[in-house]
């Protein structure tokens, strides 16, 4: 995949990046579904596969979950004009995706910290859960589509909805259920 990038490309990269970052309730996971709408649908500078396998790779990897938005920039960059470029992907996206949200988090923590005690502040992150937890399910709901192809295909929606439920009423490390849908996608049944 070839695509060519004009310098108000990457600025435009990396803007979307930084309003993302504000958005980012819960992780940078939570704006993959917009991540997707931007590189994959609106630009197409990122096939399906290379967003799937952003996430995917980087999920699987040891250290924080953001390195799928490190991933993402490498293969713009690839797409772009090779290595030297990608490492230029990595650098829009994972300064856009980082500086906006580590200095709001650092001056919001400074203060929630100093006003713990106020009731609205006790309130507001009680409120924030839900949200993040609806954040993550359309997340999976993305990533989720690019493997289940028909209204019939009703494997992945249970596969999906079973380790919810694990989750949600073990104890069960989730590891083991990593390596249980490893297992499931090896031996061709999810």
């Known amino acids: 995949m070839d695509i060519t990038l004009q310098w108000s490309d990457w ?12 958005l980012s309730v819960g992780g940078a996971i939570t704006t993959a579904p917009d991540m997707h709408r931007y590189l994959v649908d609106d630009h197409h500078w990122l096939s399906a596969s290379q967003f799937n396998a952003s996430v995917a790779i980087a999920q699987a990897a040891p250290g924080p979950n953001v390195l799928f938005v490190a991933l993402m920039g490498w293969h713009v960059g690839l797409n772009a004009g090779g290595p030297m470029v990608g490492l230029v992907g990595v650098l829009v996206t994972m300064l856009g995706i980082m500086l906006p949200s580590t200095t709001l988090t650092y001056l919001a923590a400074s203060w929630g910290h ?17 949200i993040v937890i609806a954040l993550l399910i359309a997340t999976g709901w993305i990533l989720a589509g690019a493997s ?17 439920a694990i989750v949600w009423r073990t104890r069960l490390h989730l590891l083991w259920l990593l390596g249980a849908g490893a297992l499931l996608g090896w031996f061709g049944l999810v």
């Open 11 to 22: 600025l435009a990269l990396f803007g979307h990046f930084m309003i993302l970052s504000l």
């Open 114 to 130: 100093r006003n713990r005690n106020l009731r609205w502040v006790r309130a507001f992150k009680q409120g924030m859960a839900p």
């Open 148 to 164: 289940v192809h028909s209204l019939s295909d009703w494997r992945v929606p249970l596969l999906a909805a079973v380790t919810a």
